[in-house]
């Protein structure tokens, strides 16, 4: 399982190699930052819950903490840029014990290259941002709450 996410960004990786150095693959956004929603955010709107019904938000979720705690990964303040511990992210999990259910959002940092030779888009994936959704007081969402985020490449 832990394989699931990261065999889908490691596929997407390549060891960084300087700015259209290469005369083969061609730079497209040298950082493109976009959100993935993995959970619907109004469950009415039939085209919302289609397009994330194959979507298993859990194993990516329960993947992402995995490799923090096995030292795979780091995890990241998102506002200090400081390293946040294991045992720091442990304690923010005891405080809420439904965390990985709550976590609704993935904001990705990427760089992309074509290949001309393989006629294909690279995306190199640098990080990867957790976040969950904040509500108003009658209950709508008002947006949402950077976690952390874990470097990936």
Not at 136 to 141: E, H, L, T
Request: proline residues 2%; aromatic residues 12%; contains cysteine.
């Amino acid at each position: 399982m832990v394989a699931f996410i990261y065999s889908v960004t490691f596929a997407c990786t390549t060891k960084n190699t300087p700015k259209n150095k290469d005369i083969n693959n061609i730079v497209l956004a040298d950082t493109i930052i976009y959100d993935v929603l993995l959970t619907p955010e109004d469950t009415l709107n039939d085209w919302e819950v289609e397009k994330l019904r194959s979507v298993n938000y859990k194993l990516i979720i329960d993947n992402i903490f995995e490799d923090i705690y096995s030292g795979e990964k780091k995890a990241y303040d998102y506002f200090t840029d400081k390293r946040i511990s294991k045992k720091e992210i442990k304690e923010i999990e005891e405080k809420n014990p439904n965390l990985r259910q709550e976590i609704n959002k993935l904001q990705f940092t990427e760089r992309w290259t074509y290949n001309n030779d393989k006629h294909e888009v690279v995306k190199n994936i640098y990080s990867i941002l957790l976040a969950q959704r904040i509500f108003d007081s009658s209950g709508n969402v008002r947006g949402y709450k950077a976690l952390f985020y874990v470097k990936v490449h």
